[in-house]
């Protein structure tokens, strides 16, 4: 019964941080509340002095934590984080579909870091990231839901 409440009590701690995350608040405690278990797998390094793990507390550390949000519909699906967000969107065969996304993006004054296109027959993949902000996302949804609409 104790292992419950202690699990409890660790849910409703994790919940209250995610809540003061989403709302911009982050105490300066924010990572002693879940206590870490040291890894027996060897830390990889992504500049080859300090190990990832370490730039990821200094991180958390000064307050620089951005929040992961996700929006699906039936054949988009759009992940961002911070100013940078991923775009995959898979459709029927539609002349000028990636014209009309970029042009979407260059009205919103965003920059397409790098985009990949696959197709067969009947469909096609675009898998787009993208420095952008939520207005080009909420419109870019609309217009594939509004041309989904129509066929």
Known sequence: ????????????????????????????????????????????????????????????QQGSLNVFETWTSPNVTISMCGTDAHISICSLKKPGLFTTICFILKNH?????????????????????????KKAVEQIVLWINFEKLEN
């Open 109 to 133: 004054n965003h920059d397409i870091v790098s985009a990949q296109i696959s197709s067969d027959d009947a469909k096609t993949m675009y898998m787009i990231h993208v420095r952008m902000y």
């Open 1 to 60: 019964m104790e292992s419950i409440k202690f699990l409890e009590q660790t849910l409703q701690n994790l919940q209250k941080q995610k809540v003061e995350r989403l709302q911009g608040h982050v105490p300066n405690d924010a990572t002693a509340v879940v206590p870490t278990v040291p890894s027996q797998n060897p830390v990889i390094n992504n500049n080859g002095d300090e190990p990832l793990l370490v730039n990821q507390q200094q991180q958390q």
